[in-house]
């Protein structure tokens, strides 16, 4: 039972290239998220999938696209990135959205760095 | 817009000392209340969580929090830490779905 899973673990990118952030779920979860965490910050909510087919953005979304492929899988893609996405991402789902307190589960963590 | 505050941003304690971290969420509708704590170079665990009956909540590993719906709070509390409760702590509140998160709180724990 692997739970959140996420890849790749570490990246290093150049200003302006782009990658894709994959993450995976297998406990037949509806909702995923995507957050990234910044020191002093907290963790900040960047996309999230309420369910399969559905997108939404959170409360920092600029920079970022995302595709929930099926149930299982929802990607963080950065098209062209920038220093100011040097951050540690955290893919996150849990097994419905609403007020229901369901907890949520969260993968290992991304680290990345745009030099 | 919601929101969370961590009233502490680092802790420094010596073993053995009381703990208490302090949580305010500012939303006025039925809350669900987490605590995450994450562990140097780990990734973010639950501590315990709030939905809805007893106010004091136990979690793992001897840590406790208490809802107080009057003052929008929801402290975590441990008697007695350990050198390896050293991470950094996170308050978050769930409404509608999205979990909010606070600015987390670095604690370290001086043997």
């Known amino acids: 039972n692997a739970g959140v899973t996420q890849t790749p673990k570490f990246q290093v990118l150049k200003t302006g290239q782009s990658m894709t952030l994959q993450c995976a779920q297998d406990?037949?979860?509806?909702?995923m998220y995507w957050y990234r965490q910044d020191p002093g910050m907290g963790l900040r909510l960047i996309y999230y999938?309420?369910?399969?087919?559905?997108?939404d953005k959170g409360e920092v979304p600029n920079g970022y696209n995302v595709s929930r492929l099926n149930k299982r899988e929802f990607s963080l893609r950065l098209e062209s990135a920038a220093p100011s996405q040097t951050s540690v991402y955290f893919c996150a789902s849990r097994t419905s959205p609403g007020n229901s307190g369901n907890t949520i589960y969260f993968g290992e963590g991304s680290w990345l760095t745009v030099v | 817009a919601q929101s969370v505050s961590q009233h502490n941003h680092h802790v420094i304690l010596s073993e053995a000392a009381s703990l208490e971290l302090g949580c305010n969420y500012s939303y006025g509708g039925t809350v669900n209340l987490f605590w995450y704590v994450q562990y140097p170079g780990q990734h973010l665990q639950l501590l315990l969580k709030?939905?809805?009956?007893?106010?004091l909540v136990k979690g793992i590993k001897g840590f406790e929090a208490e809802f107080i719906k009057s003052k929008f709070s929801f402290n975590l509390r441990k008697p007695s830490v350990q050198w390896s409760d050293t991470a950094e702590y996170f308050c978050?509140?769930?409404?509608?779905?999205?979990?909010?998160f606070g600015q987390g709180t670095e604690l370290s724990v001086k043997p």
């Open positions: 999938s309420a369910s399969e087919g559905t997108t």
């Open positions: 978050a509140v769930n409404v509608r779905g999205k979990l909010i």
């Open positions: 406990m037949n979860h509806n909702s």
């Open positions: 709030y939905f809805s009956g007893d106010p």
